[in-house]
């Protein structure tokens, strides 16, 4: 299908992108890699009547350091967060969850910050970025705010992201020599999770000292497994302490019933695969 008619702008500053997104009112949209609004448009589930181009805006896009966070630009590509030296050394989850997300072309066009904005509960990154304590930082005619992790995503689709906002970078806290990995079920290759699970941990003489662990499509925002956070804490990294601890990954979670699971079993996928993700981690 073809989308409705539109405007379109492409600035080239940050500022200039929040303006004409101000000047646009509701009815403005922005534009990043158009990987999931573009399918949106052409089904004409949204016919917003100004589209913000950000890939001109190059202040949005790249990787730095800032003290003991790292800063990756929302207009950063999952194939250059992938390719990064920097998210590979303080957000190694972050990278692995992003060589999940989709296939080799869609990552050089769809962007981290896109990713999270779009708050696709199903979607791989937001919960790694759950997991990570990750903060957006967001721009609007008012200036800049910064929203943890846990109260960006408020419902299927739907962010803090005011109307006339623009998310612009994400702080991810360095955790340099933590373990991570992220484990995914998915009906075929180069798909969205059917359940995943985004796991770091860190380990102090032989136990499991500290744990974060962000569950995908187990519920209308990512979930942060806090139950299996508290009881991994304390315990020997092996396999067995981690499986009797991983009992409690789906406390507190309202996950959906849909033609690949119903809730049921996306709790089973989610004890099962916390246990698979966090001994992966630790090498048990
Ligand atoms: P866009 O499509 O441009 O925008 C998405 C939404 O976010 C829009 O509403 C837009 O207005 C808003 N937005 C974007 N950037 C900003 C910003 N900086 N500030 C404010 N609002 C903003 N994802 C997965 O997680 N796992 C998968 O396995 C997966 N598989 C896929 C398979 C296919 C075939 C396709 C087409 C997509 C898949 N995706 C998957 C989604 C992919 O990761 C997209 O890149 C991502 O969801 C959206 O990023 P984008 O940069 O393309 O954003």
Redesign the pocket.
């Known amino acids: 299908m073809i989308p409705a008619a539109f405007d379109y702008v492409a600035p080239t500053t940050l500022d200039e992108a929040v303006r004409a997104l101000a000047e646009a009112g509701e009815d403005g949209?922005?534009?990043?890699?158009?990987?999931?609004?573009?399918?949106v448009l052409r089904m004409r589930l949204a016919a917003p009547s100004k589209l913000i181009d950000?890939n001109k805006v190059a202040e949005?896009r790249g990787v730095r350091e800032d003290g003991d966070a790292i800063v990756i630009g929302?207009?950063t590509t999952?194939y250059d967060v992938l390719r990064d030296s920097l998210v590979a050394e303080h957000a190694a989850l972050l990278a692995e969850a992003t060589g999940?997300?989709?296939?080799p072309q869609?990552r050089h066009?769809?962007?981290f910050?896109?990713?999270l904005?779009?708050a696709?509960p199903a979607?791989?990154?937001p919960a790694a970025a759950t997991a990570m304590d990750a903060e957006m930082v967001i721009a609007g005619p008012g200036g800049r705010r910064t929203v943890p992790v846990g109260e960006f995503f408020v419902d299927f689709f739907t962010t803090a992201?005011g109307p006339d906002?623009?998310?612009?970078e994400i702080r991810v806290p360095k955790r340099t020599g933590w373990h991570a990995h992220y484990e995914k079920f998915n009906r075929v290759a180069?798909?969205?999770?059917i359940v995943a699970v985004a796991a770091t941990v860190r380990v102090d003489g032989g136990s499991i000292a500290e744990a974060r662990v962000g569950l995908a499509n187990m519920g209308p925002t990512p979930v942060r497994a806090t139950g299996v956070e508290q009881a991994l804490v304390g315990q020997p990294a092996t396999a067995e302490a981690i499986k009797a601890a991983a009992e409690h990954a789906a406390e507190g979670t309202n996950p959906p019933a849909d033609g690949n699971a119903d809730a049921e079993f996306r709790q089973h996928l989610a004890r099962v695969l916390t246990s698979r993700a966090v001994s992966a981690a630790v090498g048990a």
């Open positions: 949209k922005v534009l990043a890699g158009g990987q999931s609004l573009l399918p950000l949005l929302a207009m999952h999940t997300v989709a296939d869609i066009r769809g962007t910050g896109g990713s904005a779009h696709d979607a791989d990154l992201l906002e623009v998310l612009c180069q798909a969205w999770p």
